[in-house]
């Protein structure tokens, strides 16, 4: 069973590939900030199970 955090992470690391695959700046820009908003709701799915302790 993938956690929430695994699926961010996996989405994080598809955008980090289309940004750099892309031919486009503003295309790059955009997959960029796709990859740092999932790599933060990863991070945040990981420290939800501490922040109720």
């Known amino acids: 069973m993938r956690t ?4 961010f992470m996996h989405r994080s690391h ?3 590939i289309r940004s ?4 486009h ?5 955009v997959h960029q900030e ?3 908003l999932y790599i ?3 991070l ?3 420290l939800e199970p ?3 302790r």
């Not at 929430?4 to 699926?7: E, F, I, N």
């Open 25 to 29: 700046p503003a295309a790059a820009a």
């Open 44 to 46: 945040a799915a990981l």
């Open 50 to 52: 501490r922040a109720s």
């Open 34 to 36: 796709l990859c740092l």
């Open 20 to 23: 750099i695959q892309s031919t």
């Open 4 to 7: 929430q955090a695994d699926y």
């Open 14 to 16: 598809t955008e980090a």
């Open 40 to 42: 933060g709701r990863a």
